[in-house]
């Protein structure tokens, strides 16, 4: 007699399990209904507004015309490509891009991480707070008023050349000169978002337990020792993922802020991706050209985040995904 199953009973095995599975998903579904309920809004607009809209990525293999629609817009595979990697301004925003996300993972990353050890270190919770207070108000603050302020205090009669002409200095028109442009890029970004990012590592820091400090007390370390070898290590997987987050947007920069800071004079080290593509598809209307340059980014800041989680994995435990 054959032990093998036979295709009725194989069949019949297949449908209890589907069967027990679906009744597995019901109870699910009723046990946290308000749940799945609160979390519906979320989905539907990620359903919506990301996934939706990800079929016109077939613009960038088409003419695209608005008369004609996405569909009957003839197919021109990857000249838009082929065009915008031959072009000569393709290395200027490439180096420029790039650049500017160095400084900030040089320089800002870092900054958020330093500020938050620093008010861990703060005894006093009255004079914490109130610098706690005064670090975050500038996340508040429009990025027109920020670059506006910029405008003022870096104008030829603006503060900033005032106090360099009481120094001896000469006046520096700092807006208009493109060595100038990326230290100012970096620095108005660090002081308006480094009291906004170090929650997150204040927050790390509270769940760190505090007997791991009563023991270094006792052990004879100071607050210096205790934040190399507790503090940090305690927060070092919240710096990791933050980390491969930032390595993703490698290719991103904000084309809000560069557009108000810019002008025809400094587009040697302030023209981007994120500024090109408005030029060329909102001013120019190219927007096959400008939906391939799009791509193009998103393709290489998904292969920077895989391969910053890959080297994570590698070196430590801590990983994204």
């Given at each position: 007699m054959s032990l093998l199953p036979t295709d009725a009973q194989t069949r019949s095995g297949v449908l209890s399990r589907g069967a027990e599975l679906r009744?597995?998903?019901?109870?699910d579904l009723l046990r946290n209904k308000y749940?799945?309920?609160?979390?519906?809004?979320?989905?539907?607009?990620?359903?919506?507004?990301?996934?939706?809209?990800?079929?016109?990525?077939?613009?960038?293999?088409?003419?695209?015309?608005?008369?004609?629609?996405?569909?009957?817009?003839?197919?021109?595979?990857?000249d838009h490509f082929k065009e915008f990697f031959q072009s000569h301004y393709f290395w200027r925003?490439?180096?420029?891009?790039?650049?500017?996300?160095?400084?900030?993972?040089?320089?800002?990353?870092?900054?958020?991480?330093?500020?938050?050890?620093l008010l861990n270190e703060i005894r006093s919770s009255v004079f914490k707070r109130a610098v706690q207070t005064v670090s975050y108000l500038p996340h508040f603050i429009s990025i027109v008023v920020v670059v506006?302020?910029?405008?003022?205090?870096?104008?030829?009669?603006g503060l900033v050349n005032q106090v360099l002409g009481l120094l001896g200095m000469e006046s520096i028109a700092f807006l208009r000169e493109p060595d100038w442009f990326r230290f100012l890029y970096v620095s108005s970004?660090?002081?308006?978002?480094?009291?906004?990012?170090?929650?997150?590592?204040?927050?790390?820091?509270?769940?760190?337990?505090?007997?791991?400090?009563?023991?270094?007390?006792?052990d004879g370390a100071g607050r210096w020792k205790q934040?190399?070898?507790?503090?940090?290590?305690?927060?070092?997987?919240?710096?990791?993922?933050?980390?491969i987050l930032t390595m993703g947007s490698m290719l991103n920069v904000g084309s809000e802020k560069v557009l108000l800071m810019y002008n025809p004079l400094t587009y040697e080290t302030a023209d981007v991706i994120?500024?090109?593509?408005?030029?060329?598809?909102?001013?120019?209307?190219?927007?096959?050209?400008?939906?391939?340059?799009?791509?193009?980014?998103?393709?290489?800041?998904?292969?920077?985040?895989?391969?910053?989680?890959?080297?994570?994995?590698?070196?430590?435990?801590?990983?994204?995904?």
């Open positions: 009744q597995r998903v019901r109870k749940i799945y309920l609160m979390a519906l809004p979320v989905l539907a607009y990620y359903a919506i507004f990301h996934y939706g809209p990800m079929y016109g990525l077939l613009i960038a293999f088409k003419d695209f015309s608005p008369a004609l629609g996405i569909w009957g817009s003839p197919w021109v595979g990857f925003l490439i180096r420029n891009t790039v650049l500017i996300n160095i400084y900030e993972l040089l320089f800002a990353f870092p900054a958020s991480i330093l500020l938050a050890l506006g302020m910029m405008v003022d205090f870096l104008a030829r009669d970004g660090i002081w308006q978002g480094i009291g906004w990012g170090s929650i997150i590592y204040l927050a790390a820091i509270s769940n760190i337990d505090p007997t791991l400090y009563e023991a270094a007390k006792m934040a190399l070898n507790i503090t940090i290590p305690g927060i070092m997987p919240t710096i990791v993922i933050l980390l994120s500024t090109y593509v408005y030029r060329k598809g909102i001013l120019e209307a190219n927007y096959g050209y400008t939906t391939a340059v799009g791509l193009f980014n998103s393709v290489i800041s998904f292969i920077l985040i895989v391969v910053a989680n890959g080297i994570s994995k590698r070196v430590s435990e801590n990983k994204l995904w």
